[in-house]
Each structure stands twice: as C-alpha cells, then as structure tokens.
C-alpha cells in the first residue's frame, strides 16, 4: 500500500477512535439497568461525594448503619498518603480506578498503596469506621452475634486480613464509599457506563462559611491542602492558604453539580443535598437518601437518627458523636467568626453560595442576627433529588 494510503487508513481510525470516545464519555442516550429488576442480583454502588469538614462522616454513617450495606470510608487518602508530592488532578485516575475495584470487592490495589502492603485491614486509618470491617466475617475475633462497636474494633480487628475483607464485600448488597478527593466529575463516566457497576453518587455541600471556619480550627489537614494547591501560586501565609483551598473547594462543588444537571447519564444516579437540611430535617433526609439508594428504612434507624441529631451522646459510647454537628450549632459560624473572615469566604465561594442556595450576610449585625436567613429554606419541599427537571 502506498504511504498515503496509510495515511488514510490511520485518519479513518483516529477519527473512528475519537468518535467512540465521544459517544462513551458524553453519550446522552446511555440508560441504566432498571434498578428493581436488578435488585436480587446485582449489587449496588453508592459513591459519597464530598469535601472536607462538610460532614460527610456523618452521611456516611447513616449508610454505615444499615445491615445491607458495607461501608468504605474514604480509601482515597492512601493514595493521597502514597503519592503526597502529586496533583489532586493527576490522582484522580488512580482514585478512580480504586474506586472502581472496591466497588467490586476487589481489594488488590490497596495492596499497593498501604503502607505494610496491605496485609490487614487496619493499615486503612480509618476502618474502624466500617461496620462491616468491625465485624463478623471481616474480623474473626467477633463472634456473628455481637454488634458493632467502634472503640473496641480499633484493638480487636487490627490482624484481620484484606483478603476476608474482599470476601465480606461480597455479602452485601449494597456498597458505599465516601470521598472527598473528586473535584471533577466527569473522571467517573467510565464507571456510570460500566454495566457490572450500577452507581450513584450523592453530593454532600455544606455553607462554605461554616466550612472555612471549621478547616480554620481544625489543623490536621496540612498534607491535603498541598495536594489540592499542588497548580496553583500561593503564599505560605495561613488566611491565604484557606482562602484559596476554599476557592478551589467551592469551585469545584459546583462544576460538580454543573456537570451531574448537563449530562443525561447522571439522569436518577445523581442526588445533592445540604448538610443543613440534613441535620435540620433527619428523618425526611433518611428517607428520601434511603429511597435513591433503595434501602429499606427501619424504624430503629429512625430512632437512631432522630437520636444523633438530637441528644448530647458520651463520646466514649459506640458512635462517632455528632450531636454537636445537630441544627442548632450549623450555625456557630454567625457568632464563632469574624465578619472580615466571613466576607472573605463569601468573596471566594460566591458561586457556590449562589448554586446551594446559601444567602451571604452584609455586615457584623446581620452576621449575627438569627432574624436574617443565611440560606434557602425550600430544598427539601421541592426535593432534592434532582432528576432532570429543575
Ligand atoms: C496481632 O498480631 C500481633 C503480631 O502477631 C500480636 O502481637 C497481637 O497480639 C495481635 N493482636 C490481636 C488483637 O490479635
Ligand atoms: C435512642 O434514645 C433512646 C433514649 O435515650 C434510647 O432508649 C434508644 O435505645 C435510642 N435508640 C437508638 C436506636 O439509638
Ligand atoms: C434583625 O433583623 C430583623 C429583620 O431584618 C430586624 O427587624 C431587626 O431589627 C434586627 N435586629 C437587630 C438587633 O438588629
């Protein structure tokens, strides 16, 4: 064949190759299974998708406690840990692909990240924080009859092998991962088009006022923020610092919802919600979470959460305590913060505040006079499932 031919040939299949990228990345016609016929069979895969100090420990527990779920907090931060001088942008591909493997049980690539080789389940920080891995079979050392208690998972659970937490993974029905490492949604189209997978994702927003002062306050995320600030200048000063991992944070919450209401293939698999109105309304937010996820609702986990939100509970009980995170601290901020440090924030996560329905303050006075809303009130009546059709 002469050369130009080959030429040709290649032009074809370059031009074929992107049109088939095309269509995969940003098909519109793409429908999932139907989720009830699909039930009995095949699992389902929920992703948390948050950022940091907006409370998406506690969304997760409300996923930790149902028996038909097993829970994964926030895998994510071993590839972070591992790969600490990289760009959050350029962990995405590696995130994405843990994501995917653990969705599907398959625990062999933390072998790789952990810091022992993922011999056992506790090289993950944070696995005491998964009912599943804090009991009977991921860890032998509790019979099948006994309950879930976090405290003591930490000592008892520490030996238990990765290998029976994969094999866990596969008694239930539904899998649930929390992360607060994706900034950019479209990394996971591969895995809404993955037919062995039928995922959903629920973004979790909370007031970037309460946010900034609570990552102001809660120092221990130095490791994350250069990871998140990798390309980007900025000064080593404190206030700069949070200013600018909130303008990125607040930005990329709302690509992330920009891109979920565009793209038809996040149509019913996408669900954002507050953290306010999830403290503030609990029960209707367990159900409307529950019913996107197809859980079932019990009554004892209505109590429970009615209880988490409600009461002062010992924080050497069994439960993360999260009654100070309840509808009458959501807003500390209003009292806690200076107004020059609340203008600020309101400055960098204009856009954000403008997407969730957060109302900025114009002075000390307003900031701290409860007469004046700082946020919309009508999410939960005109649902916050969003389907399509806002
Ligand atoms: C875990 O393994 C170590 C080393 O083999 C052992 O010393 C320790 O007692 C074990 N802990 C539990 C709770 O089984
Ligand atoms: C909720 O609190 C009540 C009263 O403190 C307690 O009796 C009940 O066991 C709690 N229920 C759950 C599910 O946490
Ligand atoms: C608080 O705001 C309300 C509503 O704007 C106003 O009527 C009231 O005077 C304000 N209170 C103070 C102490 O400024």
């Known amino acids: 064949m002469p050369p ?32 009830s016929s699909s039930l009995k069979t095949k699992p389902i895969h929920i992703l948390i998708v948050s950022s940091w100090r907006s409370g998406s420990s506690f969304l997760g527990q409300i996923f930790n406690h149902h028996k038909d779920v097993f829970y994964l907090f926030e895998p994510g931060h071993a590839i972070w840990m591992k790969f600490r001088e990289e760009s959050s942008e350029l962990l995405h591909y590696p995130l994405r692909d843990l994501l995917h493997s653990l969705f599907t049980c398959d625990v062999s690539p933390l072998h790789h990240y ?9 090289e993950m920080g944070f696995f005491a924080e998964s009912r599943a891995l804090c009991t009977y079979p991921a860890c032998s050392a509790y019979m099948p009859s006994e309950g879930y208690d ?51 994702i629920i973004h979790l927003v909370r007031d970037p006022r309460a946010v900034a002062l609570s990552r102001k306050r809660f120092k221990l995320l130095a490791t994350d923020d250069r990871v998140l600030l990798k390309n980007e200048v900025i000064s080593k000063n404190m206030n700069s610092i949070i200013n600018n991992v909130m303008a990125k944070i607040c930005k990329s919450q709302v690509a992330i919802n920009k891109l979920a209401r565009t793209y038809k293939s996040f149509d019913g698999r996408y669900m954002v919600i507050r953290h306010e109105d999830l ?79 957060y109302l900025p ?30």
């Open 150 to 200: 976090r405290q003591n998972c930490f000592y008892r659970c520490v030996n238990s092998s990765m290998y029976r937490m994969a094999e866990a993974c596969r008694m239930y029905t539904h899998v649930v991962i929390k992360t607060v490492r994706i900034l950019d949604l479209s990394i996971l189209f591969p895995l809404l088009q993955d037919p062995n997978l039928n995922l959903r």
């Open 4 to 35: 130009h031919l080959y030429f040709m040939f290649f032009l074809l299949f370059a031009s074929l190759a992107l049109l088939n990228l095309s269509q995969f990345l940003f098909s519109t016609s793409y429908s999932c299974p139907s989720p």
């Open 279 to 357: 403290v503030t309304y609990p029960i209707e937010s367990l159900r409307l979470i529950y019913d996107f996820a197809e859980l079932h609702v019990t009554k004892d986990l209505e109590q429970w959460m009615y209880n988490v939100t409600h009461k002062e509970i010992q924080k050497s009980g069994p439960f993360m305590t999260f009654s100070r995170e309840s509808s009458k601290v959501i807003e500390r901020w209003r009292t806690a913060a200076n107004f020059n440090f609340i203008h600020q924030v309101q400055l960098m996560c204009k856009g954000a505040m403008q997407s969730f329905g």
């Open 361 to 390: 303050v114009r002075s000390k006075k307003d900031q701290e006079n409860t007469s004046i809303e700082i946020r919309q009130k009508n999410w939960v009546d005109r649902g916050v499932i969003y389907q399509g059709q806002w």
């Open 114 to 122: 952990l810091p022992e080789g993922g011999k056992h389940i506790s």
